[in-house]
């Protein structure tokens, strides 16, 4: 029974950690495409006006 108890912790722990990292990565990819789709509106601009 220790086992299972421990079992049942760890993947409670890790599940917990997954979960954590992926908000974390989805948190750092929302940052990021922010940041490229102002960097896409500033080089587009620079385009057009080069364009025109």
Do not use: D, E, M
């Not at 954590?20 to 990021?32: A, E």
């Amino acid at each position: 029974s220790i086992i299972i108890a421990f079992f049942h912790f760890s993947i409670q722990f890790w599940g917990g950690q997954i979960i954590l990292l992926l908000g974390q990565l989805l948190q750092q990819q929302k940052l990021t495409s922010a940041i490229l789709s102002k960097l896409r509106i500033k080089s587009w601009k620079k385009n057009r006006s080069a364009i025109c």
